[in-house]
């Protein structure tokens, strides 16, 4: 190695050296501010946009639609469905394991058994925001079978889409759970124009698909590894075949005080609150607001008694567990996506 013969040499080598190394690391903090700005920038946006779905109180989706369903009874199950003035497409939707179309809508006098589960209902009022007519139908057992059940369901939908004059409207379908598989398989014998299988990878490893079938997005969390795994296979072996596909990633956030208000028809602030605070001392939630489990895990029914916290209506248990399992965001059905989803459908109507 070449060293300096004197003190004068050995300083400027070291400013020299100095001289460069100053520049580089000028240049290495500047890249990592850029990027740390750029990381947290986008992840703020991202959370502003989260905070402001969660924060909409679950009527100011009523402003310009209502649900106002019509029931049937054919070929042995549930038919429940609505038309908005002008349609434009005819969205299918297919419930989870222990799900009914009646999720799907409020009760009314009209539909006295429906059930309006909050995100089930969301869903069907952006798609009638979007001008979408929503028929939703039951399955005949516990969960969707992939036999003899998918040519009822093909035959109900046809019949139901020509009785009402939608022939010449493109159809769609959303699945979620259960559902997603079904309308995976069913898609194979029903024309749709797309497809959105929600908290569901398909059953492709069982499907012979061409690139004729319908473009597919999968709307999923990822923190159900497995199910991940496949649809990332399942991206790609649909896109060699000259699929259009993509995918939605669901992540978990925090709960807060007016959550359950805020999602939840007939829950208001008083008992959002001591619903928090009751899960917070409990140890449901941790110090930042987030789910430690599902609430199918959770004992939270217990402590509410221990509390002597009480529901207006029974029901709303079910309606709080699932806002429950979406903020911890492993298997539910969510509709915080609906915009992505229903752009994605219109990107594919014509």
């Not at 516990?142 to 939908?157: F, Y």
């Not at 010449?168 to 997603?180: D, E, H, N, R, V």
């Not at 898609?187 to 124009?193: C, G, T």
Request: charged share 25%; proline share 5%; with cysteine.
């Amino acid at each position: 190695m070449f060293k300096p013969r004197n003190r004068l040499q050995r300083q400027y080598g070291s400013a020299r050296s100095l001289q460069f190394k100053v520049p580089l690391l000028l240049m290495s903090l500047i890249l990592i501010v850029v990027a740390l700005v750029v990381l947290f920038g986008k992840n703020g946006d991202r959370s502003d946009l989260m905070s402001e779905l969660l924060n909409q109180k679950w009527n100011s989706y009523e402003s310009s639609v209502q649900l106002n369903p019509t029931v049937e009874f054919t070929n042995g199950t549930d038919l429940i469905w609505q038309i908005p003035n002008s349609p434009k497409a005819v969205l299918f939707l297919a419930h989870g394991c222990n799900g009914r179309a009646a999720n799907f809508w409020d009760k009314s006098p009209k539909c006295r058994n429906c059930f309006g589960l909050p995100e089930e209902r969301l869903i069907v009022l952006h798609a009638l925001a979007r001008k979408f007519a929503v028929l939703a139908i039951s399955s005949k057992g516990r969960c969707w079978s992939l036999g003899e059940e998918r040519w009822i369901v093909k035959h109900i939908i046809q019949s139901w889409i020509d009785k009402q004059m939608l022939g010449k409207l493109p159809t769609f379908a959303l699945g979620a759970s259960s559902g997603g598989y079904f309308v995976s398989v069913l898609a194979m014998e029903l024309r749709f124009k797309s497809i959105a299988l929600m908290i569901a990878a398909g059953v492709f490893s069982h499907l012979d698909i061409t690139k004729n079938y319908p473009p597919t997005i999968f709307v999923h969390m990822p923190k159900d590894r497995a199910r991940k795994r496949k649809i990332e296979k399942y991206l790609v072996v649909m896109r060699e075949k000259g699929i259009d596909v993509a995918e939605i990633k669901c992540t978990e956030f925090p709960l807060t005080p007016h959550f359950f208000a805020n999602r939840i028809p007939g829950l208001d602030i008083t008992l959002s609150e001591k619903l928090f605070n009751c899960f917070k001392e409990n140890g449901f939630i941790d110090e930042n607001g987030y789910m430690r489990d599902d609430g199918r895990a959770i004992p939270w029914k217990t402590a509410l008694e221990e509390k002597g916290i009480s529901l207006p209506d029974k029901s709303l248990v079910n309606h709080i567990q699932e806002e429950m399992n979406l903020a911890f965001a492993y298997h539910e059905m969510t509709s915080l996506q609906s915009k992505q989803i229903f752009d994605w459908f219109e990107s594919h109507i014509v």
